[in-house]
Structure formats: C-alpha cells, structure tokens
C-alpha cells in the first residue's frame, strides 16, 4: 500500500513537471491558484471557469469560507459552490460528494489527503487512509470528477445533499447557514437528481436552492438511501421533508478502476442541471473539459501580456492576481429563479464594499463587455428588487458594511464611458439608495441611517457603524454627482455636490494624535464631539470608554457591526476621502503635515494592508506632488506582503480585491473608482501590453528599470512628452503606448500636474 | 348528442336531489359555495378543505380572481391552487389541466360548459363542445379529478404547468402576475411531474414555485411536450429555461370512458407533491376523497348548531358563510420553502386589512387552536423575516393598505387568553411595526409613512393613504398598549396608550358637512388643513382637487393608491376609531348630533356595506345608549344585501371576512377586533350552540322572537339578569346561556351601562 502511494506521487511529480515547461508558452500556467489559500487569503482552490458558477472543491469540516484548508486538515467531502477569498461566516458547500471504500452503513466518510495537486481548472488528491484519487475539472455549470480507487477495492460513493458550510449548533446564530431541506431521487443505474436549499450565511440571506443532476460512467451495483439518521435499502428517493438527506452507491470492485462523474447544477431545477451536464459535456473526456476550462482562462488573461523578461514570480502573482478577480461576481444568466432570464444574471457580489476600489476596475480593463454585463444585471436587480446588491448572494441583496457601493461602480462605469448601459435607469438606482432608508433589517441593502443622514449631514454615534457610513454615504453622493452631471441633471449635481462634502461634518479639527491634528470623530445627535462613547443600553448606568483614532477593535463587548469605524480605525478612515484630497490635504494641515501623517502611517504600522478602505492611501502622495513617495510605499508594501507562497494575499482576497490592488500596481496603474483616471507609479513590470476593444493596443514599458532605477524620471505618451503622474482612462481605451525612462533618484515627474479632484 | 346532454342534466338534478334529503342532517350541505360567486363577491367555488392547500377550480379567461365566472363564459382548464374573494391583480391559478378530445395539436383547448354542479368539496361540469364530463373533488394538498368522456370519443389531457392568472401584455405591469418558468416531465406512462414558477400579482411578491406530481389511473398512450410555441414528439420532459411549457395525452378510445387523475401538488419539490398523494389519497376512490372532505368540514360546522326551525335559506347563509372564513389562510405547515419546516406554517393571509375584524375573531370562536397556530405561524414570520405579515400570499409578505393590521391580531389573542402564544414576542413583533419603518417598498410590510407619524403624530396630505393609516396606526397602538399592559410593560403601556390618540391629531373639529360636523380631513406638515389638495407633480403648476368627506373616488389622474383614505371617504373613516367611540360621539358634538350622524350616514347611501371599514359602525349606536338602533340597522343591511344568490355576498368576500361578518350578527354577536368583548344585537336565529374547548357549550337563545318581536326586553346570563348590550369572551368561553326575551318595541335593555372603552 505504501509503495502505491509514491508511485502516485511520483506521477503527479511527473505531470507537474510535463506542465511546468508547457507552462513557458501558456498564460494560464502561471496561474496558481494556491497564492493566498493559507493564512488570510482564504481564496477558493478549486476549478473554476471564469466567473464560472459551479466551483467544486474539498470542504475540510463546516466551517472554512472557501471550503478547503492546509493538510493534514481532514476532508469530508467535495461540493459543488462555493466564494472565494471571504470573512465572515461561510457561504454555500453544497451538493458534496464522497469517494470511499466499504460498506454503504455510515454517512460520514471523512478522510485525510497524503497529497494534492492543484492547478487552474484541476484539483487533484489521494486520501491517506484508503490511497482513492480524486481528480476535478469543471464547466462554466457543470464539473467532472474523476475517481480512481486502488486495485481490487470496492468503488463506493456518497451523494450529500444535505451538507452545507457553517453549519452551526444554534439554527438562528447571525451569519450561520441553515439547513432548510434537501432531496434525493435515484434516476436510473447510472444517474441521480435533487437539491439542496439553504438560508442565512454572511448575508443573513433567504432560502437558495442548489439542485444538481448526477451521472456516472458506469452503473451502480447497489444503492443505500438516507434520511434523517437512518438508511433505507428498497427506497430510491428521500423527499424533501425539512430533513437531511443523503445516498450511498457501490460501483463494485470488478472492472476498471476509475468512476467518472459529471455533476450538473442548476438554480432553476434538476432538469436544468441535466441540461447543463448536456450542454457543455457531452462526452466523458476528463482532458477537453480540463482544456476547455484553461482555453477560457487562456483567452482572457492573454489580454494582458507581460515582457519576456519578467520573473516567474511577478508572472505567477500578475496572472494569478488576475485568475482572482475573475472567479467572482458568478454569471447566472439563465439561471435565476426570481423572474425571467434573458437578461444577464450576477451572483456572489461578495461584496461591492470590497471589489469596488480595484476588482471592477481591472474587469472593465480587461474585458468591458463582461463589466456591462455585470453593471445591468445590477441595474436589473434594482427594476425587479427595488434596490442596488451589495453583499448579494444566494439571490439576495444583503448586506452592507458601509456605503451604498453599486453607486461607485455605476459611477466608474459612466466615467469611463461604457457602452450598452441605461445611465438614466441607472442614476435612479442610486438614488433610491440615497433618498429612501432600506428600513427593516438596515444592513440588507440602500444607506441604513439615511434619515439621520440626511437631517445632520453626518450620522450620529449610536447608529452602527456611523463613522465609515457618513464617510461612504459622501462618497456615493459624489458618485451620483458625477452622473448627474454628465447626464446633464444640474439640479441634482448641486445637490448631490453639496452633499459630497458631508464627511467635513464629522472632521473635528482640532484632534491631535499621534503629531497629527484633525480627524474623523463620532459626534453626537447635537453636534457635541465624543471622547468617551457609550455601549449598551441601561437605565441608570451609561457604561462608556474611551474613542480614539487608534482603536481598530471596541471592546469585547461592544458587537462587531456596532462600531463607529467598520473593520478599521480612525487613522485608517481619515484618509480615506478618494473624491476630495486636496481638501483633506488642507483639513491636516497642509502639504507638510500630511507628508507627516502619511508617514506616520506608514511608518508606524497604522496602516493595515489587508484592509480595503486604505487600497488607495499609498498613492495619496501624489496630491502633494510627490508621486516618488507612492511609488516607494507600494513596492515595499507589495514586497512586504505578496509573494507566490500559499500565504502570498496579506488579507482576505474578498473575490479578488487584494489580488487586483496587486495587479494594477504591478503595470503601474492604480484606479480612483468612480473617476476617470489611473494614477501612474513605478511599475515592477518592464513592460505591459493590454489588447483593449476594437483591436486596440496600450504599451506601458518602463526603460531601464532596475532595483536601482526605480524612480519615474520622465514619460512619454505616444511619443509625445507626458508631465502628469496619472492618465485618463480614454487615453488608454483608445489606444497607445507610455513610455517611462527610469533613473536612480526622484525627479520633479508628475509634481507640479496634481490628479483631479471633485 | 343534444339528447345526451339532457341525459346527464337529469341524472345531476337526480344526483342533487338525493343530497338534498340527506342534507336535513349533515350541516355541510347547507354550504353553498356559490353564494357570493357572482357580483362582487368572487368567492373560490371549487373543492377544498378547511383552510386547504389545494384549491382546484375552473379558469375562465385569465383575468378573474378565483378563477371561475359564471356562464357562459368559456373555459381554459382547471388550475389547482386559488384564492377567494379578492380584489386587485389575480394570483396563482397554477398547474392547469383540460381534458379534451382530438388530435394532440394545439395548446388552446379552450371549451364552454353546458351545465355545472356545484357543493361543498364536489364540482362538476359537461363541456358543450364535446359533452367531457369533468368532477373535482379534494384533500388537503393533492385534488382528485374524474373525466368521464362520451362513448367513443377518445380520451385526451392537456397539462399546462405555462398557465397562470392575470398575465398582462405588460410584463411588469403593476399587480399583474409575471411568468418567471415552468417544467414537465413525463415520468412514465402514468405519472407526470412539474412545476410552475411566478412572480408578482397583487401583492407583487417575489416568485414562488408550485410543484406537481401528477398520477393517471390507466396508461397513457401518446404524448406530446411542447415548449415556447412548439411542440416535441419524442421528448418526454422539457426542463425550465424560461418558457412556458406543457403536455398533451392521449389515453386511446379504447376500455372504459373514465379517466381519473391525482394531482398532488407541493411548494417544496415535486417528490413532496407526489408523497402528498400518497399520503392523502392512497386509492382511486373518487367518493371516498368527497366523503373526507366533507368530514372535516362537517366537524368544524358543527361547532355552531342553530335551532331547528330555522330557515333553509339562513342555514344556508350562516354555514356557507362559517365556510368561507375557513377557506383560508392557507395552512402550508411542512411546505415553506423559506426555513425548516416543524413549526406552523401560514399563507395567503389576504389581506389581515380585510380579516382582521371578523375572520380572525371567527376562527377564534369556533376554532381556538386553530387560531392559535395561525397567530404562531404570523409570529415565526416576524422572526425568520422581520415583519408580521399582512398581504402575504405567494411566500411573501406584502401588501399593506393601511395599518399593520397583525397587530389587532395579536392583541385580539391576547385579550381572548388564547394559549399556547409567546405574547412576549408578539409585542416585540407589534412593536418592530410601530418603531422600523419599513423602508424601500413601503407598501410591502410594516407602518409606511412612520418616520411621519411619530414625528407629527398623523401622516400628512401627500403620503400616500395618509388618512387611513394615520386612523389605523392609532389603533394599532392602541394594541401595542393593550398588550403591553396586560405583559407589565408599564412604560410601553403609557407611551402608546397616548398614541392611540393620533387619530384626533387628524380631526378637524370645525368642518361641517351634510349636517355633521367634525371630520377627518387632509393636513399638511407644518399642521395647515388642506381644502385642495394636489396631485401630481410639476416645478411651476400646482394642480389641487376640492377634497370633501364625500369623496370616494379621487379623480381619474389620482392614482388608487394615493388617495387620502384608502377604497372610502372621510364619512366612513370618521367613523372608524374602535377603540374611542366614546371620544368620537364627544367630538361629534354629543349623544344626539352623534345620533343623527349615524342616521344621516345610513340613510343617505353613505355607508358602504362592502367596505370593511365601516364593519362595525352599524353597532355604533350601543355607545349611545340605544342598542336597538344598531340591531335595527344591522337587520336592514342584511336583509337588503345578504341572500343566497350567486349574488348573495354584497362586497369582495375577501377571504371570509364578509362571510363571518354575516354569521357574527345572525348569532347576535359582533366582536370588536383586538378587545375582549363581543356586542349584543337581536339575533337571527332563535337559537345558536357554540361547542367550545374542553367541552365547554355556550348557548344564545331569542325566546318569542318574530319579525314583529325583533327587539331585546331583558337577558339572562346563566340564569341572572344580564342588562349589558356586551359580552366578555371570557364568558361566553366558559361556557354558559344567554337568553334574550324579545318584545315588539325597544327597551331600555342595554342602554345603561355602555360597552367597554380606551
């Protein structure tokens, strides 16, 4: 037996290495999909087609976000959806199956991995205790399995249904899955439907349905069926009534080793599922689904095409940077269950508080028909559901962290001038979300504390999360200013321009801390600044402690949401004001004392790398005319915190944030979301070429780049000399080439020419 | 042909007849669904059972709203699920079947009926065209049909899971139902299986999914799929992609000219649907499936026996309208797709606006334990979605007219000492209305228009339905108080039991109209009363309407939902405060100007007796003192309203709540919804037995009672002098006997000591 398990090994080894030096001339092979699956990272392992909606993986217990953790965790099973790069309490696990050998008499089959293999659109493993392979490529709806069991041992497996990540002992528990129900039904000899609904989740969503349908390669010898702890010998189907349910097959041991399995899903019905199996694998060639899955990939991320001589590593973190942001929002066209489906459907929207800054912007870089498509079948949530998503999954909208962020990439997609987008439908939306509170449960979706909002110009403390929401809430306002004017609604650009500046309200300017004076601070319904804020809720007793900008957890007894900053502290959110920084500039003190509070931060580890809402903050430099400094605080964040190891993300990945954060900055590119232009820095590449619509091309090269000359000394645009250290998006959409000559010191480049601002 | 016809005429009259006789000992046969089926009253005529899932039931057209219109008029098939007695946009009417007989070619099978027969739990009808006999009989959750087809002719199906009610044109057009997908599967040559899967309809709720297992008693022999306009000749099973799909059967011409057909249907799977049948009908027994629901509804009738010599006709009235109140809500316990499914599940509570008044009370009454599974289910609708329920149908929990009537609900429970009720809960689900509002679509749940209220305390001119809602929430914070109270919640007690004021916030003292003055009229926010009024929107006009209390119907460019009151005028609303009348008869101007205001209000045809708002004022006069008024009044409406004719119900019976109305003041007994009593008027029926819990019998007796003896001398409660024109719930549910004397002209029974008050 031992000796099986190294020729296995061995193989694997083998086949690695025959794709390692394919690899040289496929893009898709630098895609590593383990970057950022230990630690933080917590990004999804499995294969996955582009924003492809079935994404089959290990699920090591009930409660990892992605499904999988580091061996020797044990693994019960595989399933069938799963979110990649997610906090909070998990998503989805359904449809999980099992390979095992032996008796049909337990339904836990969980086992341990000798080893594993994983690469773009393959997934690969051998349990220890009983040496049975597995092997998973996937469709865009449908994923196939490949099960090969040791000479002569019996090919057994389970069909679970009933199982779903995050499970918890308390049914209600806030963020926990749900069980609601489950089915399965034995089609034939070789086939086999149901599904699996579920509630709750991060989302706190409603009921979802997972329905699958299976077929294997080879008939089923015997059979066992299960419901609600107990097994029946002579039952094919266990209907659903509110219990789990389950099956386990017996393939026999005569005959060949491997068990192939292709598993459709659906979230209309199980014949959908079949139809999608139909559609997109109709045959049992494990290897075309495989090619398939990595020509997909292939074709998008050669849109953007790296120097020769760039180091594996760059190019294993560029193109998996790029393989992240695309996993998720899930393209469920044709396959939503809320009204008819001829219109594009999104999914997993998970959530836009953290792919609005950077995921969204690389999408409409890369491939703007697909950020249409994303963009109306937000706006198609909103004529249909009465709000923009945010934290939409499972087919439901909830939940917010802070802003109303849909508007932001409603905003950055009017900026930059997409196509095929009803802007007036979608000034509207965002201005449901700004005049009319969400009520009920306000963090589903809209602005919760608009009313307060809208009175005082700030919220109060006292309301959840009141600090980061005023600053958001200002931020979509100039979101929806941005549109206004350009639609040609000069009413409401004043109005809204106005508002924009409501994150002065809660600015208390004579703040010191730590050698910088004025800061975001709670303020009381009155106006009156808070040095101690109060907790809980008492008659006589008004329990209080101590604010300030440095406290990033409340205490324990203060719940998680009920913060004044959410996920982040005051340092971190003061600087956090991406459509007015020369005003913030001014409100610190000038350019000489925000220099020192921008080091300060950096320098004294104020600023949290894994944290969205500072995604921006190194490039805040070029608003005082030193652009050098940016640069120079990138390459050492990104030095400091990313690599090609399975802990290369230094924050959750959330569907790809930090992973497009990484890859802007490798070409040189950063977005301002919402507004129409780049911010240039050193890149760490030589020289990116993007293909762009209509056969356009952009080049940024980076002449006589080294570890020395890592300072911009001069550019130029299509030949022509270039003084601005950020670019408008049309000037790349439309083609071109930026040049960049490097030198070994800082030069006056971009100083005098500062970015735009509101 | 002509002659066969009459044939089956005969034999149905024949078939009546017999049942007339034995009707003289079963109360169920003195149900007549048909009362109320024409006109306005839009009563569901087909089969069910009390409170029953499945509701089968002809279509005709697809625009009524239980489906079925008098002859004529031509029908499509026969859909299984229905409501009874709405208004608005229609919903459901899903999974439709027609038998027919021809080639399997076109999906319109559309025929006219030459005769049709019509008892509780039964219906049949002969199609004109082509003399098919269909009868429908049902359990709970699976219907049972029997198609005999003439001699020869061959023996055809459609089953069309495509269909639905209320299509539009335009597909998101307001409370019209929106097609969102379908599926059928023929599982073998007996048995076909599906589902049907809409959005929208009155309450415009998001899609709900009705499944369906369909079993034939002898095999199929062709069939035909059809999909999207086409149809498939060997493909036995068209999955969902968003088109409507159906199947047509041929059973041969050969054997026997009976088809008989199970549908069970479920809003879980397919395989429920199917375990439904099994369940519920485990035979072919057409009568044995008629004998049982015609069992469960003679347990539940015979609750309440009336004396002897009653009329038939009063009969007929008084059970068929017990009937009505127990069609629905729906019990759908073990059949929530939303979230496990042990505990008490309810639907199509549509809408508690209607119900609340006398539906619920009657259920109550004569059901307690129902009643209390009704309220349990309303409360884990609160927990699981946040919000009571009030026009919830389909799954989901909108649509609100005025208050958020699960409130009176609640405290109707409460005051009546139903067990088995976490009233701690209720509160806090009363109390979610009266404090979030309810944001987004304010339409959906909750109090719209709160932040207004309680900031004005009334809602002014310009949210929609501001004068009903302002009176309603009142109310409805008079429930919060009773509850509160009664729980020690003495600052809540306090606090609402001053809300419960709000409605004079809106009385305008000084306004004189048709001889009374004092009424609720239009105010703006800053507390301006409003002669015009505006409507519309325009940034230089200000187009106003004359608003007076007489104004039922706002002009043609009002919208319906936008009014001031909600379906009346301030006439009728002014008179509906039930928790105040003693400070509405105050500022009416005192016991006569009070007097004369109701006289003046029925005598000049402003009263509208298919408006549940006025339910209670014909009971009025008790508070004056004169408590023959009322039963004078009360005797009037009914005679001049209520018979039974298929005209017989004068309003939407809105699912019972005109019904129970009726069978309340036949007994003598008016319940005011939310308060622990019920008022006293001169009865019907000579005499009424209520069987209560636990054995207890409570008996209402009218000695010498004649169309000249028509007014209440004196009562006795058990034996002594009862001089109230009320009665508490506790002690009618204790049991006991209520004898009234009755004399040719009014006493001054009842007129000292006045029903209870705020």
Redesign the interface.
């Known amino acids: 037996m031992k000796l099986s398990i190294k020729i296995i090994t061995f193989s694997a080894i083998a086949l690695c290495c025959t794709h390692q030096i394919k690899a040289q001339k496929q893009l898709h092979n630098y895609v590593d999909p383990m970057i950022g699956s230990e630690g933080v990272g917590r990004v999804f392992i499995g294969p996955s087609c582009p924003y492809g909606m079935v994404k089959p993986s290990p699920d090591c217990t009930v409660s990892p976000n992605s499904g999988w953790l580091p061996l020797p965790k044990e693994v019960t099973g595989f399933s069938q959806v799963h979110v990649s790069g997610t906090g909070g309490g998990p998503k989805y696990g359904n449809i999980q199956i099992m390979p095992f050998s032996g008796a049909l008499d337990k339904i836990d089959q969980t086992s341990h991995r000798a080893e594993e293999n994983v690469k773009l659109g393959y997934y690969e493993t051998v349990f220890k205790e009983n040496q049975i392979k597995t092997e998973i490529t996937t469709a865009e709806k449908a994923a196939f399995y490949r099960i090969t069991y040791p000479k002569n041992a019996s090919k057994e497996l389970k069909i679970d249904p009933g199982f779903f990540l995050g499970e918890e002992a308390i049914?209600d528990g806030r963020e926990a899955q749900?069980?609601?129900?489950s089915?399965i039904?034995i089609v034939s000899d070789t086939e086999v439907r149901g599904?699996s609904?579920i509630?709750g989740g991060w989302n706190n969503g409603?009921?979802y349905?997972v329905y699958f349908w299976v077929v294997f390669d080879q008939p089923m010898t015997k059979y066992v069926t299960f419901k609600d702890g107990k097994f029946y010998n002579n039952q094919p189907?266990?209907?659903?009534?509110?219990k789990k349910t389950a099956a386990l097959f017996s393939f026999g041991n005569d005959g060949k080793q491997e068990l192939n399995i292709k598993i459709g899903i659906s979230f209309?019905?199980e014949?959908?599922a079949?139809?999608n199996i139909e559609v997109e694998i109709p045959h049992w060639n494990f290897s075309t689904v495989l090619a398939s899955v990595e020509n997909k990939w292939e074709q998008l991320l050669s849109r953007i095409t790296l120097s020769a001589e760039t180091s594996e590593d760059y190019k294993k973190m560029f193109y998996t940077g790029l393989y992240h942001t695309m996993i998720m929002p899930v393209d469920r066209t044709?396959e939503n269950?809320?009204?008819?489906?001829?219109e594009p459907y999104y999914d997993d929207f998970y959530c836009i508080w953290d792919t609005f800054r950077s995921s969204s912007p690389l999408i409409t870089l890369i491939d703007s028909k697909r950020q249409v498509e994303i963009v109306n079948a937000m706006l198609n949530i909103y004529k249909r559901e009465?709000?923009l998503p945010e934290g939409r999954s499972g087919n439901d909208n909830g939940r917010t962290q802070g802003g109303a962020n849909a508007s932001v990439v409603l905003a950055d997609a009017f900026v930059k001038n997409l196509k095929g987008i009803d802007y007036e439908v979608a000034l509207k939306a965002m201005l449901k979300d700004a005049t009319?509170?969400?009520?009920?449960?306000?963090e589903k979706?809209?602005r919760g504390g608009l009313?307060e909002y809208l009175k005082l110009g700030y919220l109060p403390y006292g309301i959840d999360r009141a600090g980061n929401r005023t600053i958001d809430y200002s931020y979509n306002d100039y979101n929806i200013a941005t549109v206004a004017k350009g639609l040609n609604h000069t009413d409401l650009y004043n109005q809204y321009i106005k508002q924009a500046d409501n994150w002065q309200n809660l600015w208390r300017p004579d703040y010191t801390n730590n050698g910088s004076t004025g800061f975001i601070m709670p303020k009381d319904a009155s106006g009156n600044w808070l040095d101690e804020v109060v907790f809980g809720e008492s008659k006589i007793q008004k329990p209080t402690f101590k604010y300030t900008p440095v406290i990033i957890e409340s205490p324990w007894y203060v719940c998680h949401w009920c913060v004044f900053f959410y996920e982040g502290n005051s340092w971190e959110y003061s600087l956090s004001i991406p459509h007015d920084v020369p005003e913030l500039v001014l409100k610190s003190g000038g350019e000489t004392a925000f220099k020192n509070r921008l080091d300060t931060f950096f320098d004294t580890k104020l600023y949290n790398v894994a944290n969205e809402p500072s995604f921006l903050t190194p490039c805040l430099y070029h608003w005082i005319g030193k652009p050098y400094l940016s640069s120079d605080r990138i390459r050492t964040i990104i030095k400091e915190n990313f690599n090609t190891s399975h802990e290369g993300l230094p924050g959750n990945d959330d569907s790809g944030a930090m992973s497009s954060w990484l890859a802007f900055h490798m070409m040189g590119l950063y977005p301002n979301a919402g507004q129409p232009y780049y911010l240039l820095n050193t890149p760490l590449i030589k020289e990116t070429t993007l293909q762009l619509n209509e056969g356009k091309i952009f080049k940024i090269s980076a002449k006589k780049m080294s570890d020395k000359n890592k300072y911009i000394k001069s550019a130029l645009l299509n030949g022509k000399p270039y003084n601005k250290a950020w670019i408008l998006h049309e000037d790349i959409a439309k083609g071109g080439e930026l040049i960049f000559e490097m030198d070994s010191k800082p030069s006056a480049w971009g100083t005098t020419i500062l970015p735009p601002t509101k």
Chains 1, 2 share one sequence.
């Open positions: 049914p749900q069980f609601v129900g089915q039904e599904y609904r509630r409603r009921a349905t189907a266990q209907f659903d009534s509110g209309l019905s014949l959908k079949k139809n044709g269950p809320l009204w008819t489906n001829d009465g709000y009319v509170p969400p009520g009920g449960n306000e979706e809209g009313t």
